[in-house]
């Protein structure tokens, strides 16, 4: 049992660690996202170097790892504590890949993905909001910060989860936040090399 455990978390990993946005940049564009844009190899990279609509495929592409590994865990195991480390061994797969040298994404919409299998009409609700707060107000990181607080604070609430739940969730979306300022440094010497505004 042990073993299929840690199978399905090795499985979790390498799924994280599939390189969509750098696969599509490479391929459509010949560029390698680590080093233009943001230096972020993710899909609001691939949006601003590549195009739109590659960026909404690249963002659909990462939502579906998430997604992907829930299903697999939730059909294989009834373990809760086992679902919840696929999804982190997804994310982290994706922020640190093995296929790019640990240079990878921030890893917003494989957590989407993931959480969606938890908490698909909650995980719509607080999608919308994003894309109404950032529409509003033109700015990436401020919307889905609300976004994903407000699926903490009122969703998750409202919805009935115990505490417990609630802090899960809430460590789950934290380490969304340590990649980020883990990937800092990096972006802002691209950025800066690069001439790109965020």
């Not at 979790?12 to 560029?31: E, N």
């Not at 190899?41 to 949006?47: D, E, K, L």
């Not at 938890?118 to 607080?126: A, D, E, G, H, T």
């Amino acid at each position: 049992m042990i073993t299929l455990q840690i199978i399905l978390l090795l499985i979790a990993y390498v799924i994280g660690s599939i390189p969509f946005s750098f696969i599509i940049a490479r391929t459509v564009k010949g560029v390698d996202l680590r080093y233009i844009g943001e230096g972020n190899v993710g899909a609001r990279n691939v949006w601003h170097v590549v195009g739109k609509g590659w960026g909404i495929l690249a963002g659909i592409l990462d939502f579906s790892k998430g997604l992907f590994v829930f299903l697999i865990i939730h059909l294989i195991s009834d373990s809760i504590l086992l679902l919840w480390l696929g999804g982190i061994f997804v994310v982290i797969g994706h922020g640190f890949p093995l296929f790019l040298k640990g240079l990878g994404g921030k890893g917003a919409a494989t957590a989407t993905g993931f959480l969606f299998g938890m908490y698909p009409f909650l995980v719509i609700c607080s999608s919308l909001l994003t894309l109404v707060i950032f529409l509003l107000s033109k700015n990436f990181h401020v919307a889905l910060t609300l976004g994903m607080s407000s699926f903490v604070i009122l969703g998750l609430p409202l919805a009935g989860k115990k505490l417990e739940e609630i802090a899960v969730v809430t460590g789950f979306l934290l380490l969304l936040g340590f990649k980020r300022i883990i990937d800092q440094p990096h972006m802002k010497r691209i950025t800066e090399e690069s001439g790109w505004e965020q």
